[in-house]
């Protein structure tokens, strides 16, 4: 069984920014890829952010050129380090791994990011 844990979350004004980690834990695993979500009030869960194993990245237009993820693969922590944050950012954000041998996927709880203007 993989755990993960996110953490970072918080109230922001628009214009700042965050940092956002998740961290998996658990034994006989290897992390293969991992997303970032979030699920705005009344919306659907939006996929924001990818990044394989190998490093490279994937982003949602709406969050292009302010958010960055990135990985550390020894401590198997991911993060999104979300800046110039606006009100439509406001959401709950869910880290999600494909971990192996056998291609599980895992969530975490998630974590709230509340921008206020």
């Known amino acids: 069984q993989v755990q993960l844990v996110e953490s970072g979350g918080g109230l922001v004004q628009a214009g700042g920014s965050l940092r956002l980690s998740c961290a998996a834990s658990?034994?006989?695993?290897?992390?293969?890829?991992m997303r970032w979500y979030r699920q705005a009030p009344g919306n659907p869960l939006e996929l924001v952010a990818v990044v394989i194993s190998g490093g490279s990245t994937n982003y949602a237009d709406s969050v292009k050129g302010r958010f960055t993820i990135s990985r550390d693969n020894a401590e198997n922590t991911v993060y999104l380090q979300m800046n110039s944050l606006n009100p439509e950012d406001t959401a709950v954000y869910y880290c999600?791994?494909?971990?192996?041998?056998?291609?599980?996927?895992?969530w975490g709880k998630g974590t709230l990011v509340n921008v206020s203007s």
């Open positions: 999600n791994a494909v971990v192996g041998p056998f291609f599980m996927n895992y």
């Open positions: 658990g034994s006989g695993f290897s992390v293969k890829t």
